[in-house]
Structures are given as C-alpha cells and as structure tokens.
C-alpha cells in the first residue's frame, strides 16, 4: 500500500509559480513510478507530468511542457510539480499518483485507469 499526501497548492497570479509536493507513506514508492494529473471544473481528469520509477526518465502534457518540471525524492518519498508561468487554465485540483512498476523503472504512465494510488489532491487556482 501505498498513501499519498500532496501539498503546496493555493492561489497565485497569472505568470506565478507553485511547488507542489507529494509525500508518500508505505515501503513501496521505490517501487513506483509517479505522476500529477489534475481535474478543472466541469472537465475531465487529465494527465499532467510523469517520472519514472528510477527517476531517469520523465513525461509533460503539452499543456505544461516548458512551464513544468516534475522530480523525486527517493529517500523523501517525495514527488515535486514546479509550476512557473501559471495561466488561468492551470486551475484545477491537482492529484499526485503512484503506478507500481516490478520491471526496469524506465516507464512513465500517463493514461489515469494505470495508476495504483491516487492522493486527496491539492487546489490550484490562478487569477488573471
């Protein structure tokens, strides 16, 4: 089992930057690959970064390629999502996820149904 606990959300200007952070509990997120997927009102899930279980190899939604970085912590049992240059649309509830990952640690999933664990999600609103 695996329990996530995402943080560093709230409200920040158009052009600004957040940090979120995921802190995960159980013995197993060495054995997980991770990703943000994040929910907007009235819009469906949607995948927003991945990393891979060794942390070598990582994914971006177009949306945020550029503007975000995602990273781990292994000895944190942490994952990070800096956001710079937030825009109105980044509104949403961002939600970190954890995809257990028994083989080479190189993939990252980006499809939401491939995710084990999901975290409460955390709020992100940006103003104009």
């Known amino acids: 089992q695996v329990q996530l606990v995402e943080s560093g959300g709230g409200l920040v200007q158009a052009g600004g930057s957040l940090r979120l952070s995921c802190a995960a509990s159980g013995r197993t997120f060495s054995s997980a690959a991770m990703g943000w997927l994040r929910r907007a009102p009235g819009k469906e899930r949607e995948f927003v970064a991945a990393?891979?279980?060794?942390?070598?190899?990582?994914y971006y939604a177009d949306s945020v390629k550029g503007r975000g970085t995602i990273s781990r912590d292994n000895a944190k049992n942490t994952v990070y999502l800096q956001m710079n240059s937030l825009k109105p649309e980044d509104t949403a509830v961002y939600y970190c996820?954890?995809?257990?990952?028994?083989?080479?640690?190189?993939?990252?999933?980006?499809?939401?149904?491939?995710?084990?664990?999901w975290g409460q999600g955390t709020q992100v609103t940006v103003s104009s």
């Open positions: 996820a954890a995809k257990r990952d028994y083989g080479l640690g190189t993939k990252t999933f980006r499809l939401y149904f491939e995710y084990d664990y």
């Open positions: 990393i891979s279980r060794s942390g070598g190899n990582t």
